[in-house]
């Protein structure tokens, strides 16, 4: 699969490479059958100017996906790395791993898994932390 990252914040240090082969190997564990993805990273203006377009909700949050109807582009998903670092800050935990979850969380969601009712979040929630363990194997 072929795996573009884009940086368009200064929030947040983000290494391409790293992000793109950790979506390489979450991509081949899901068995994606599309060739290609697009992973940006963007702005709280860009994020939210999103959520306004495609939900119509104002408000920054972490992470949007967008399937394309091609058989061959998976699709598009857009990471806040700011809301990243302001949860992992609060929370202790790593900026990088609270990105790789957002980036995991859309590839979830590309390859058919929800997160409406308490039983779809809980099965997704499941294949997160698998995907998770996978990637850090990987180290």
Same mark, same amino acid.
């Not at 800050?89 to 859309?106: A, K, N, S, T, W």
């Given at each position: 699969?072929?795996? /573009?990252? &884009? ?11 790293? +992000? ?8 081949? &564990? ?10 940006? +990273?963007?702005?709280? =203006?860009?994020?939210? @100017?999103?959520?306004? /377009?495609? +939900? ?13 109807? @091609? ?6 998903? +857009? ?6 670092? $302001? ?6 935990? $790593? ?25 779809? /979040?809980?099965?997704? /929630?499941? =294949? @997160? ?11």
């Amino acid at each position: 699969m072929i795996v /573009r990252v &884009y940086n368009r914040q200064r929030d947040v240090s983000v290494s391409l490479p790293w +992000f793109r082969s950790k979506a390489s190997l979450v991509a081949a &564990y899901l068995r994606a059958k599309s060739q290609a993805i697009g992973i940006y +990273f963007v702005t709280r =203006k860009e994020i939210a @100017e999103l959520h306004q /377009r495609h +939900f119509n909700d104002p408000t920054i949050t972490d992470c949007i996906t967008l399937p394309i109807l @091609e058989d061959s582009y998976w699709g598009d998903i +857009f990471i806040c790395p700011w809301v990243a670092k $302001e949860y992992a800050e609060q929370h202790r935990l $790593e900026v990088q791993d609270e990105i790789l979850l957002y980036m995991i969380h859309g590839m979830l969601h590309l390859a058919g898994y929800d997160d409406q009712t308490p039983k779809e /979040r809980a099965r997704m /929630r499941k =294949k @997160e932390k698998a995907c998770m363990k996978l990637c850090r194997d990987a180290e």
